[in-house]
């Protein structure tokens, strides 16, 4: 039972919750019958917050790309679906580039990694290019030292390596880094767990740390090289501590955070949680 919950603090380090009940769960979607809301990603718009999320359509068994909005970040008004194909779809991960915006929908079954264009922002999305073939979990973007960087997991259901590519343009050509995969058989690491975050010019990768079970917790990394032709990453002691509370919707484990700082220079995070009926 996956629901979402906003987190908050003065830096994306210093994470607490906001209530301590979830801020959209799958209660609040009211256009399909849903199984739950995981995987969130935000960005901001004409100041309004929009929030991409999968909604597991609980009929037919498969991720569904759902939108949700926002003035303050803080208390959430569930949309509609937004996105939705004849496979799975999840991680809807979001981002502007150039004054447009942009998706990076997980699509294991399609077979690829798909980047998809807003038409009609927020509400109208379409296929513009195949940036990867392959099966792949959590591809997770981002832009750094004039490249484009994608890292996803080749091995969906056992957590356990990550590869990366990279590009001079967003619709590619996307090669494969030398160095790729740049993590194996390390199911507490290896899985992406949402937004890469540029910070204090640092890059800090988010991993779902699966040894025990999938969604257990995030860890975080700072990238310390990413250049053509390396790759160097650290676990740093004070990344936000986000696991299983042992109580209440994230009773049983979370695995997604994308943090983003507010124009009062505090922090705010959308993340997830589960907790298991068994």
């Excluded at 809301?37 to 498969?62: I, K, S």
């Excluded at 750094?144 to 590519?165: D, M, V």
């Excluded at 009773?251 to 068994?278: E, F, L, N, P």
Aim: neutral net charge; charged residues 20%.
């Amino acid at each position: 039972m996956w629901s979402i919950s906003i987190y908050t603090g003065n830096s994306p380090f210093a994470l607490a919750p906001l209530q301590p009940d979830p801020v959209l769960t799958k209660d609040n979607v009211t256009d399909i019958p849903a199984a739950f809301v995981a995987d969130p990603f935000m960005v901001r718009h004409d100041g309004t917050f929009y929030m991409f999320m999968e909604v597991m359509n609980a009929d037919t068994r498969l991720g569904e790309i759902g939108l949700a909005t926002s003035k303050d970040a803080l208390s959430w008004t569930y949309q509609q679906i937004v996105i939705s194909e004849p496979f799975h779809l999840s991680y809807p991960y979001v981002f502007a580039w150039e004054g447009e915006y942009y998706m990076i929908p997980e699509s294991i079954d399609a077979g690829n990694i798909t980047l998809y264009k807003a038409d009609e922002f927020p509400i109208r999305w379409s296929k513009l290019a195949t940036l990867v073939r392959g099966r792949f979990a959590d591809p997770s973007v981002v832009f750094k030292n004039n490249r484009w960087w994608l890292f996803a997991c080749p091995t969906p259901y056992q957590h356990e390596s990550l590869h990366l590519y990279s590009a001079t343009q967003l619709l590619g050509p996307w090669y494969e880094h030398p160095r790729s995969p740049i993590i194996r058989r390390d199911k507490r690491r290896a899985r992406p767990a949402g937004r890469i975050l540029q910070f204090n010019n640092k890059l800090f990768r988010f991993a779902q740390d699966c040894l025990v079970r999938y969604g257990t917790l995030v860890r975080t990394f700072e990238i310390l090289e990413l250049t053509p032709t390396t790759y160097v990453e650290v676990e740093i002691g004070y990344g936000p501590k986000l696991g299983a509370s042992g109580q209440g919707w994230n009773a049983s484990g979370m695995h997604h955070i994308d943090a983003h700082r507010r124009d009062d220079k505090t922090w705010v995070a959308c993340v997830d949680g589960y907790y298991s009926m068994t």
